[in-house]
């Protein structure tokens, strides 16, 4: 009996082997998320270096998460406040991307160059999910894909509430993404 499940626990991990090889996976823990929720009166942007990404190049599916408390102010002031008074960083500490490249056939890895995409997908920021869509560029060089995209979200669609949205800070946001995978 026990050769049996040995058999079988070998079968099934050499199975798991050739789907994994047939289904490549890109990944990065690297990856940059930058938003810039400016006005004419306040720069107010933000970066974080930490983002976990990963995307199937088979089927285009991507995933990128952050934790909150991550993204980086030029003034510690302004990061608290962004962390306590609007984001909650402590009740909702991560976001999240869960979605598609649509045109993911029109990459090809196998050949440089920069190919134009777009995704969808359902993002989750302070405990509220949306769809949203985005455009942007899948850059292969050696094999190795890099992922650059822009979109705009709305601060009320994310329940986002705070004295100076819509003096201080812009209620429409702009988010900028860059990941290099491997």
Known sequence: ????????????????????????????????IAFNASSPIEKIAAINNQTDSKFVGENG???????????????QLMEDHFNENY???TKFPKGD???????????????DGSYP????????????????????????AGGAPE?????????????VEGLYIGEKIAPEVAIT???KYQ
Request: net charge positive.
């Open 1 to 32: 009996m026990k050769q049996m499940t040995k058999i079988a626990a070998m079968v099934l991990f050499m199975m798991s082997t050739q789907y994994s090889q047939a289904q490549k996976v890109y990944a990065t823990k690297t990856g940059q």
């Open 61 to 75: 599916q991507v995933v990128f998460a952050v934790l909150i408390k991550g993204f980086k102010f030029e003034n």
């Open 87 to 89: 984001m909650e960083s």
């Open 97 to 111: 991307f869960k979605g598609y490249i649509t045109n993911i056939k029109e990459v090809n890895f196998s050949k």
């Open 117 to 140: 995409v777009t995704l969808d997908g359902n993002l989750t920021l302070h405990g509220v999910t949306n769809k949203v869509a985005a455009t942007g560029t899948m850059k292969v």
């Open 147 to 159: 992922m650059e995209g822009t979109f705009k979200i709305k601060l009320k669609d994310y329940k």
């Open 177 to 179: 993404v860059k990941c």
